[in-house]
């Protein structure tokens, strides 16, 4: 049986972090389409672009220009065809506030950015790698935080 690809967005305006996640994503032996976006303007025009090949993960920075990761994120579970959507929030906030708010407004998973390439791709393939139909239903405080 031929192994299906994995569709990964990521949305995040730092070129660097956009590189390095694109680098790590390359390392794991997980077969992906990683779509690159640099704000969350660019992420929405092509999540609602009636032809989008949705992804199964979005990793959405926090702090973005023009449009907010937690505005995509409100945006992604008001919107009826994107509501299955596994959204990881991928921020260099660690505020209880911000993982509060994000799980409150439905995200699936809250990973702070790693400061390391090589904890950036375990957090990657840890988030790719989980059940996600068991993470979502059994979606609690306690598991929402990827802990490395």
């Known amino acids: 049986m031929a192994l299906s690809i994995m569709n ?11 590189m390095l996640f694109e680098e790590a994503i390359g390392e794991i032996e997980i ?8 704000d969350g303007k660019q992420l929405m025009d092509y999540l609602t672009q009636p032809q989008a090949i949705l992804p199964e993960i979005i990793f959405l920075d926090l702090n973005m220009p023009i449009k907010n990761g937690m505005q995509c994120l409100r945006e992604i579970r008001q919107n009826e065809s994107l509501l299955h959507l ?5 921020s260099t906030s660690s ?3 911000d993982i509060e708010e994000t799980f409150v407004n439905g995200a699936n998973i809250y990973i702070n950015k790693p ?22 239903s059994a979606l609690n405080r306690d598991n929402f935080l990827l802990r490395l």
């Open 115 to 136: 400061n390391s390439f090589g904890a950036l791709k375990k957090a990657v393939e840890k988030a790719l790698r989980l059940n996600w139909q068991y993470h979502t």
């Open 95 to 97: 505020s209880e506030q």
């Open 31 to 38: 077969k992906t389409k990683l779509s690159l976006f640099s």
């Open 8 to 18: 990964i967005a990521l949305a995040d305006d730092d070129a660097d972090d956009r």
């Open 86 to 90: 596994c959204v990881a929030i991928y």
